[in-house]
């Protein structure tokens, strides 16, 4: 069973940064795509970005240009680097893993950026 934990949430002025990473545990077979998700109140849950194991990335279109996903294969982590944040970027922002036996989600960390 593949867990995933979050780290790095919190609250942030506008036009602030936070960096959020997520590790997994428990997995004994490859991770191939990895990103973030996120939901605020009263909407559906959105993408992010994700990237494969090979380093391809897809950005939701509301955060390409302040977003960057990254990850480190050896650790089965990966990383959002967010800039420029935006109050409308308030959210929970959720872990995702895709592998051949199934999709994992973390249990998703609060990021509020303040006006």
């Known amino acids: 069973q593949v867990q995933l934990v979050e780290s790095g949430g919190g609250l942030v002025q506008a036009g602030g940064s936070l960096r959020l990473s997520c590790g997994s545990s428990g997995t004994r077979f490859i991770l191939n795509t990895m990103g973030w998700y996120r939901q605020a109140p009263g909407k559906q849950r959105e993408l992010v970005a994700t990237?494969?194991?090979?380093?391809?990335?897809n950005y939701g279109n509301s955060v390409k240009g302040r977003f960057t996903v990254s990850r480190d294969n050896a650790k089965n982590t990966v990383y959002l680097q967010m800039t420029g944040l935006k109050p409308e970027d308030t959210a929970v922002y959720y872990c995702y893993a895709g592998s051949s036996l199934g999709d994992y989600w973390g249990q998703g960390t609060q990021v509020t950026v303040s006006s």
């Open positions: 990237i494969s194991r090979g380093g391809s990335s």
